[in-house]
């Protein structure tokens, strides 16, 4: 897409939304060949997006909209140093952070066009329109000499956020196991014909996994890596190829068995595409009542209550009950779909990319939605996503995937504050920071290998800046070091001589 954009040397590039939904190291790679773009051609660039972080990391100036109109602009450094508007001091304070303490995010307000929910409204003072933009120099918030254009009424509020409760100081259960995953495989065959033989895609290759109750565990990586495939069957929706999965020390039953479907109360899935998820010819209290009557857990009256019970905790307002799903924002499709995962009152969740193409708002209020359930109802949860900073913020533990296997796993302080496998770093490095950009980046080369041709040895040897012969040939197992799971022979040779 860009190459064909560039095809007639344009003096202007309108990139929208160009790294919406990629993982950390793609994403990375597209910022970087955006910058080299337009040094070497000398071009300009809109960038749009809703990724504060990325428009930090290439821009010069931003430029804020709300409600069809600019709210705020400015040069990058001012702006995400000290905004002015309610908007965008909403949209900053809804960021979730790679570094520094878990804390719970604060979702964007409204502000003119519906005053009433507005932090800094003055209420007192009628306002018949919204206020004109106006250049705000040296203003008490902003850095002297600064050149912004912004719509104000009163002064900024102060920061809203608070510290997000701590379960690993609690124990998480006390460690109880809820579900364990052992030697799981998952192969595809693929590419068959009368003059060839199929292939086999290694989608999950050798996973020993264990979900501790109450607590939420992260699992990243790039796309590709097997995370949905890893989801799917600690669901049973997928039987593996081999290995197995127990659920509260019971063997998971075969898909589409009577006893799996009875299981299927107590474990739930959250789509990553709400809109397809849906029945579109259906209301949205009808499809969140659903589960309910397929298993025959309650009369017609108290079927109703629940659904107006369950649209009320997810924060859907009683006469949203009879739209569908394309009369809805996504942040209130995603809603829906959480609330009819929560229908049964289930132990299990997993969370397979809820937040992947939402603003930074609406992802804030699904994000706090999700650590309110899991503190008020105790639920266990497997979140998927290639955010890392939304993992950084919700997880307790965190599991990194490469092609098929987990390559380092523990608590997502550790994983975040001090990765050690060369893939873990390399996808930390590449998240851009909010007002930094990307700092000392690792660089990958190359793109991550077909599954259905696997590198010998330790898979991520080809990108991998320290790799040597034995990484070519020996597959390194999961192994402690440093306070938790790593899969790396260099690690493993570092860690020898503190063994002995």
């Not at 997000?164 to 124990?171: F, I, K, L, M, T």
């Amino acid at each position: 897409m860009i190459a064909m954009a560039l095809a007639g040397e344009p003096d202007l590039l309108v990139a929208d939304e160009p790294t919406t939904a990629l993982d950390a190291t793609i994403q990375a790679q597209i910022l970087d060949l955006l910058a080299r773009i337009r040094r070497e051609a000398g071009m300009a660039v809109v960038f749009i997006s809703h990724d504060l972080a990325a428009v930090s990391a290439v821009c010069d100036r931003a430029a804020v909209m709300y409600a069809g109109r600019i709210v705020e602009e400015n040069d990058i450094a001012t702006l995400f140093d000290a905004p002015r508007h309610p908007y965008t001091v909403g949209l900053f304070e809804a960021l979730p952070e790679l570094d520094g303490p878990r804390q719970r995010l604060c979702p964007s307000k409204a502000l003119c066009p519906t005053r009433g929910t507005c932090p800094r409204a003055a209420l007192s003072r009628p306002v018949a329109a919204e206020p004109a933009i106006f250049a705000a120099r040296n203003a008490p918030f902003a850095a002297a000499g600064s050149r912004r254009r912004t719509r104000l009424l009163s002064p900024r509020p102060g920061p809203c956020r608070q510290a997000a409760p701590s379960r690993r100081n609690a124990g998480v259960g006390a460690m109880t196991t809820i579900l364990k995953a052992t030697d799981l495989f998952q192969h595809y065959a693929t590419g068959k014909s009368l003059l060839r033989a199929p292939s086999m895609v290694r989608a999950v290759d050798g996973i020993n996994l264990e979900v501790h109750e109450r607590e939420i565990l992260g699992v990243v990586g790039e796309s590709g890596s097997g995370k949905s495939t890893l989801g799917r069957m600690l669901l049973g929706i997928e039987a593996p190829w081999s290995g197995s999965v127990t659920f509260q020390g019971k063997p998971m039953p075969h898909p589409k068995t009577a006893e799996w479907r009875a299981l299927r109360r107590e474990m739930q899935l959250i789509f990553q595409d709400p809109l397809a998820a849906l029945d579109r010819r259906m209301t949205i209290a009808d499809q969140i009542a659903e589960p309910l009557i397929i298993h025959r857990l309650a009369g017609p009256d108290a079927i109703r209550e629940r659904a107006a019970e369950l649209m009320r905790k997810v924060g859907l307002r009683a006469d949203q009950a009879g739209r569908y799903p394309h009369e809805l924002s996504g942040g209130q499709r995603q809603r829906v779909v959480i609330a009819r995962a929560l229908a049964m009152s289930p132990k299990f969740l997993v969370c397979d990319e809820p937040v992947s193409a939402l603003d930074v708002s609406i992802q804030a209020q699904v994000v706090n939605l999700l650590r309110d359930l899991q503190e008020e109802q105790g639920l266990t949860m497997v979140f998927i996503s290639h955010d890392l900073k939304v993992v950084r913020n919700l997880c307790d533990r965190v599991a990194v995937m490469y092609l098929g296997r987990v390559v380092e796993q523990g608590s997502a302080d550790k994983i975040f504050g001090n990765p050690q496998h060369p893939y873990t770093r390399a996808l930390v490095s590449s998240v851009p920071r909010p007002g930094k950009g990307i700092g000392e980046r690792i660089i990958l080369q190359g793109e991550p290998p077909n599954p259905a041709r696997r590198p010998s040895g330790c898979a991520f040897h080809p990108r991998c800046p320290l790799a040597d012969a034995a990484c070519r040939s020996e597959v390194p197992a999961l192994t402690l070091y440093r306070g938790r799971l790593t899969a790396c022979l260099k690690l493993q040779a570092a860690a020898a001589p503190e063994l002995t």
